[in-house]
């Protein structure tokens, strides 16, 4: 059989997880000194990896195939499309310590015995055996088959020793993808909760500084699900594996660690559980010990796909493996006491004024209206009438300090709607101060509409280890707060130049959300609130305008934010899945380090941003990952047996710990999500774009209708008193119905023809009908 000769290390192709029988498998401690941090893996063998010839044994699933050598460590390689997109090889190097000594096994000599390759239907068995310095014989199983979806590779794999090894390096995964085919360059890569790359290098100090930057081996509690992904030019290749303590993810891009040409991917065994590995350390502090006999039984599944992103490799994924049930919740009383507990009995209220967090004196106690609409909802959800009372006279004592124009804009939560004013009136002032805003946010950005970082000055630069000085979250907070500033206005202009805006955000297409946080992390930072902002404003304007575009935008960036999020459990404790990471990096580039550190408020904005797309993307999974992150928020809130901080949300919550960091954030930002799972919308927004009208409510707007010169709708709102309606882009006055009753357009309602807005007052569920 032809062969080339590449430089690679002699390893192979299966799954991370261990049998039962291994789930005993204790730490050992070999005689002499236990640490392995100053050991070193020998110099990689040359490995033969077949050429392309008839006659290899193949597995295929679909468009994805895998093709091994005839001999057990001849290598295999791996394409899709019939094109190669990695290879992989056999496990030849095992390292083990015995008598104090760290010894290594090259099954490459002469110790290989029995070996096999054969083709199994559509499938591929590999056995050999080989023999270590110290007497032990070690066999290793390995069958390729095909997975339950299309273009997946199960990789069943069975290791056992015949006698009692303690384990300094057991490769059970590795995958080159890259080489023999396009090499170190990639479009994107991606380790779940770790690294949001494009074409640059991985464990680089772009987003933090110091020994918390070599993620090649991480702690596996900052995983957030178990996918490693390298994509070029249309195709990427990825692989899943079972997360187990006793096995650990590697990943370099390119590899520096094997010196292969491409980049590498894969798991290791032993473990990697913050303390007993260097940060992005092959070897680890101890060994593991492997009972004689004891099989290791391990599987994994190899990806491909289609794709110029790695988002389609999250979707594949989360197609396999689906997404975990959402934890156990309080039901809604227990929440309406916990979140009521917050607003009115620890200290993030003084007087009329709430602060945003407790934090020291950082955070000065402000006006705030979303505060009193929060507690409204709270008091029509309340059993206890008592509190209710007391939540209802809370809300009209903050109000009272709150200038009329501004009741949307006076707030602390970090999910806002311009709904305070439909509640508590004055909506014609709100919407003449949100046209204010949006002609104001039309000067952010630039001719070529792009929005720039500056540095303050005498601050760092946070654009200095950025390829560029913009980032998709920089400029989509600026387009979204534009879009729903002009969206409430109902000024056709500003909504028009809102809308290209939102057009020039298209430079970010099949990117990377970054840097959304400025304020205190890297630019080229990834962020989750990168993908939020970007959800919420495609969505936005595909409801505006109904570009079909502007939802396949919206649909990519949501993807994008899946990653941030825990869709395994990191530990075995009560909280942590659906916990969200906020950015793969660190403040300042060095503390704190947010890498497996959830901060739960980023979350919820990218969990409210899903809310609002799943009415436009029903089929797509976003209820459910903003379920169980909404969910994962009240398990991480303080209890109410801390009187100071009952009910609020924790900055940043510790996983092993399970302790909760502040400051301590007010219960706006989760209550915003809280509705939404517990009930439903508070507010809601509908374009009728036939007659070009915008409708803006407490509460859902259901059952619309329309024509050129009709509309009609049904609000189901929530508000126990008189409410009101905004309907803007009219341009006359027109013959109004309410619940099947003629009404003028005169008080308590209000038409205001310059502007083309007209505001009705409700009350209770009611029926609007509009002739244009």
Aim: hydrophobic letters at 40%; proline letters at 7%.
């Amino acid at each position: 059989m032809k062969k080339i000769i590449l430089l690679l290390p002699l390893t192979f192709l299966c799954l991370s997880s261990l049998a039962q029988s291994q789930t005993a498998a204790q730490p050992a401690q070999p005689p002499g000194p236990p640490l392995l941090a100053g050991a070193r893996i020998p110099q990689w063998p040359a490995l033969s990896v077949p050429l392309l010839e008839p006659g290899l044994p193949t597995v295929r699933s679909h468009d994805l195939e895998i093709l091994h050598a005839k001999n057990a460590l001849g290598g295999f390689i791996v394409r899709f499309s019939e094109r190669t997109i990695a290879v992989g090889s056999a496990p030849t190097l095992i390292g083990y310590v015995t008598k104090g000594d760290l010894r290594w096994l090259n099954c490459a000599g002469a110790s290989l015995q029995k070996q096999s390759v054969s083709a199994e239907l559509n499938a591929i068995r590999v056995e050999y055996d080989c023999k270590d310095p110290d007497g032990g014989s070690w066999h290793v199983d390995r069958l390729f088959r095909p997975a339950a979806i299309a273009d997946a590779i199960e990789v069943q794999t069975d290791i056992a020793v015949d006698q009692d090894r303690a384990v300094a390096f057991l490769p059970v995964f590795l995958l080159f993808p890259g080489v023999a085919s396009f090499g170190e360059v990639k479009g994107q890569g991606l380790f779940a909760g770790l690294e949001y790359l494009q074409n640059e290098p991985s464990s680089s100090e772009a987003d933090v500084i110091g020994p918390a930057a070599k993620r090649q081996v991480p702690d596996s509690l900052k995983i957030t699900f178990p996918l490693l992904a390298i994509q070029h030019g249309d195709r990427y290749v990825a692989m899943t594996w079972q997360m187990r303590p006793f096995f650990s993810a590697l990943f370099d891009s390119p590899d520096r660690l094997f010196h292969s040409g491409g980049h590498v991917m894969g798991v290791l065994f032993p473990g990697s559980d913050g303390q007993n590995r260097d940060d992005g350390s092959l070897l680890p502090r101890v060994t593991e010990l492997l009972h004689a006999r004891q099989n290791v039984s391990s599987r994994a599944i190899v990806l491909g796909g289609m794709g110029k992103s790695v988002v389609p490799a999250v979707q594949q994924f989360v197609k396999l493996r689906r997404l975990p049930p959402v934890p156990g919740a309080p039901g809604l009383p227990d929440y309406v006491s916990l979140a009521a507990g917050g607003w009115l009995d620890s200290k993030i209220r003084e007087g009329n004024l709430i602060r945003h967090a407790l934090a020291g004196g950082s955070f000065k106690p402000q006006p705030a209206a979303d505060a009193a609409l929060w507690m409204e909802w709270l008091a029509g959800h309340d059993s206890d009438s008592l509190r209710a009372a007391h939540l209802r006279e809370a809300a009209t004592n903050l109000l009272s300090v709150v200038p009329a124009e501004n009741l949307n804009f006076a707030g602390v939560g970090h999910v806002r709607y311009p709904a305070e004013s439909l509640i508590f009136g004055h909506v014609a002032e709100n919407a003449a101060h949100a046209e204010q805003a949006a002609k104001a946010l039309l000067s952010s950005f630039e001719p070529d509409g792009s929005v720039k970082y500056h540095a303050k000055p005498g601050g760092p630069d946070f654009a200095k280890t950025h390829f560029t000085n913009e980032a998709s979250g920089l400029t989509s907070r600026v387009v979204l707060d534009l879009l729903e500033a002009a969206t409430f206005s109902g000024n056709r202009e500003l909504l028009d130049l809102a809308l290209q805006r939102l057009r020039d955000l298209d430079k970010f297409h099949d990117g990377v959300p970054r840097g959304a946080q400025t304020w205190e992390c890297p630019l080229h930072t990834p962020d989750i609130l990168a993908s939020a902002q970007m959800v919420r404003a495609y969505t936005l304007g595909y409801e505006v305008s109904g570009e079909a575009h502007f939802l396949e935008e919206a649909r990519y960036w949501a993807w994008t934010g899946v990653p941030f999020v825990y869709l395994v459990a990191p530990t075995d404790q009560a909280v942590g899945l659906y916990a969200t990471i906020p950015v793969f990096g660190a403040t300042y580039w060095q503390a704190p380090v947010w890498l497996g550190l959830p901060v739960q408020w980023c979350g919820l904005v990218y969990a409210d941003a899903l809310y609002r797309l799943r009415r436009a993307d029903p089929k797509g999974p976003w209820k459910q990952i903003a379920d169980g992150i909404t969910v994962s928020g009240i398990q991480q809130c303080w209890t109410q047996t801390n009187a100071d901080y009952q009910g609020l949300l924790p900055d940043s919550f510790v996983l092993r710990a399970q302790k909760r960091n502040g400051p301590a954030i007010n219960p706006a930002t989760l209550e915003s999500c809280a509705s939404q799972y517990f009930s439903g919308p508070v507010y809601d927004f509908r374009a009728f774009r036939a007659s070009g009208l915008l409708v803006h409510a407490p509460g859902e707007i259901a059952d619309p209708e329309e024509s050129m010169d009709h509309v009609r709708f049904r609000v189901k709102s929530w508000v126990s008193h008189p409410y009101f309606v905004l309907i803007n882009g009219l341009t006359r006055k027109p013959r109004l119905r309410i619940n099947d009753q003629s009404v003028e357009c005169v008080e308590p309602h209000q038409f205001v023809e310059k502007s083309g807005r007209l505001i009705l007052k409700l009350e209770g569920q009611a029926v609007v009908d509009l002739a244009l």
